[in-house]
């Protein structure tokens, strides 16, 4: 009961003044220099672009979708990779037979030293494009159905029923694209 506590923040937006516990216990504040948005959001216009009605054209969502999803993938593939052989070394240890993995460290040594450091990326390929398309539907349906609710309603931009509808529209799209590649 006591172990689970509230936990405050150390440091609040703006990023202005941040605390630090050093070895003693009185805290210590450090003032951070604050982040220049108005220097990011014009390299990210730049970069990306809008139309005439500030919203991102739907191509760019949809690249923008598929290449985080396949380069999010990529690099976590090895943990996905670890995550499916304990799962599976379950399904052994549920039949009677003998473990082959004790742990998850277990699990990534002996994948590492049966196939090489290559080994932890076996099987990217499909991974890859199964999280490019999920990506595709999450990112673009949330951002069209976003927008569509916005300019053909009365909800506003940053309204909860606004965000409450776009993921739902979003999570069922991505779903569906990723159910074929999941199978």
């Known amino acids: 009961r006591g172990s689970l506590r509230t936990v405050r923040p150390l440091c609040l937006p703006p990023l202005t003044r941040c605390r630090v516990f050093p070895r003693s216990s009185s805290p210590t504040w450090y003032t951070l220099p604050t982040n220049d948005h108005t220097r990011q959001r ?21 690249l923008a979708g598929m290449g985080a999803g396949a380069f999010g993938q990529f ?5 996905d990779l670890v995550k499916v052989q304990m799962q599976l070394d379950g399904k052994r240890i549920a039949a009677g037979h003998a473990p082959r993995y004790s742990g998850t460290f277990a699990a990534f040594a002996s994948i590492a030293k049966e196939g090489g450091v290559r080994g932890l990326w076996k099987g990217w390929v499909p991974s890859c494009q199964r999280a490019a398309l999920v990506q595709l539907g999450d990112l673009t349906a949330y951002d069209a159905v976003k927008q569509t609710l916005v300019r053909n309603t009365p909800l506003k931009k940053d309204q909860t029923a606004t965000h409450a509808l776009s993921s739902l529209c979003a999570g069922a799209v991505a779903a569906t694209l990723g159910t074929p590649a999941g199978t």
């Not at 014009?42 to 990306?48: H, M, T």
């Not at 690099?75 to 943990?79: G, I, L, Q, R």
């Open 42 to 62: 014009s390299q990210r216009e730049r970069i990306l672009g809008r139309d005439e009605d500030g919203s991102f054209p739907f191509w760019k969502g949809v």
């Open 75 to 79: 690099f976590a593939n090895p943990t």
